[in-house]
């Protein structure tokens, strides 16, 4: 699955929310298990409480709860939906992490941060305890951005080196 924005756009939220919102209605029709993960919540309920925004009053649900079941629900039956959900529970980070690859538009950048977020849901292990999930996946993204920026420097500088000779 390859980033459909730039995490350094102005409308980064918004194509976010659009792509999530069509992504729903794929999932309805070939999922039944939503409201196994959250029985009192909606999508757009979800939504609200992952952007900090108020949901509805009869929703009682906490941000890191929502976040621990959407890991909880990608670890057992991963699916386009919740992956997109965890890019915007995490977007805050996501887009730090960008911007310390630089300022500029460019998608390769996006992409290996897109990248790294996704070998990092990727590796989360079966055993790992439920109140540490969260942590975790910080923790494996941080790494694994560190890991791939690094390696595509060394390639940037061998193939600058390689064009001058």
Not at 2 to 11: A, E, I, V, Y
Not at 20 to 33: F, H
Not at 43 to 51: A, E
Request: glycine fraction near 4%; aromatic fraction near 10%; include cysteine.
């Amino acid at each position: 699955m390859t980033p459909l924005f730039s995490f350094l756009h102005s409308g980064c939220t918004q194509v976010l929310n659009a792509t999530i919102a069509q992504e729903r209605i794929t999932y309805a029709s070939q999922r039944i298990d939503f409201h196994t993960y959250f029985p009192f919540a909606t999508l757009p309920d979800i939504q609200r409480i992952l952007r900090n925004e108020k949901p509805r009053d009869d929703v009682r649900e906490k941000r890191q709860d929502i976040v621990l079941s959407l890991l909880r629900a990608h670890r057992r039956n991963p699916h386009r939906l919740w992956t997109l959900l965890l890019v915007q529970a995490f977007e805050p980070t996501l887009v730090l992490r960008r911007r310390g690859l630089g300022e500029d538009e460019d998608l390769q950048n996006d992409q290996l941060v897109f990248a790294a977020f996704l070998k990092a849901l990727g590796s989360v292990r079966y055993d790992t305890p439920v109140r540490t999930l969260h942590r975790w996946v910080a923790c494996a993204f941080a790494r694994e951005i560190t890991r791939q920026a690094r390696l595509a420097a060394r390639e940037h500088s061998s193939s600058t080196f390689s064009s001058k000779g």
